[in-house]
């Protein structure tokens, strides 16, 4: 599991991925609908492709802003086949929420590790870190499935082990029991 700092690495290697693919210019219309459904803030005229990275031999992921917010941006991410912008799809992801699993369209701070296939957001509830949402996907081929998600509902001061990650795992259910959260 990987620890805060090589999140930020898996997050920095989204965001430059110098050695991945071109930013392909995706069509308005597709940028337009895509930010609509994920509930993004950032206009479309001002949404901006802020990384890349390879998905498979003729598809690529492309993150996009959608929002900012006072710990990080959340982002939404299409999925473009290789040079064929105009038919980019919002890739939905199946996310943790109150307890179910439901699509989701927009992750915060996302990170991708190529060599796993698995892509890692964090969304700390407060600059002190004691609580927030951790949620890793697996790309199957055809979509992110969610692997592991831990959550710390509880902004009470008392540190949320971001490296360790030690009871709070709520998706799936750990095999001792409940977490703290």
């Known amino acids: 599991m990987p620890s805060i700092a090589e999140a930020l690495v898996l997050t920095v290697s989204l965001t430059v991925s110098a050695a991945g693919p ?16 994920a509930g993004c803030t950032v206009p479309a005229s001002r949404a901006r492709i802020v ?6 031999p003729q598809l690529q992921i492309v993150e996009m802003t959608c929002a900012a917010g006072p710990h990080g941006i ?3 991410l ?10 980019a799809r919002l890739l939905p992801l199946e996310g ?19 060599k796993t296939r698995t892509l890692s957001a964090t969304d700390s509830r407060r600059e002190s870190g004691d609580c927030g949402v951790i949620q890793e996907w697996k790309w199957t081929g055809w979509h992110f499935r969610l692997l592991h998600a831990w959550s710390k509902d509880r902004c009470d001061g008392l540190p949320f082990e971001w490296d360790t990650r030690e009871g ?8 001792a029991g409940p977490g703290h959260g």
């Open 96 to 114: 943790w929420d109150r307890g179910r699993i439901r699509p989701i369209y927009s992750v915060p701070s996302p990170g991708y590790d190529r």
């Open 78 to 87: 299409f999925g473009v086949p290789h040079g064929l912008a105009g038919q």
């Open 51 to 56: 990384g890349t990275e390879v998905l498979g």
């Open 168 to 175: 709070w795992q709520v998706f799936p259910a750990p095999a």
């Open 22 to 37: 071109e930013k392909p210019d995706l069509p308005r219309a597709i940028v337009e609908e895509g930010l609509a459904r």
């Open 74 to 76: 959340r982002s939404v």
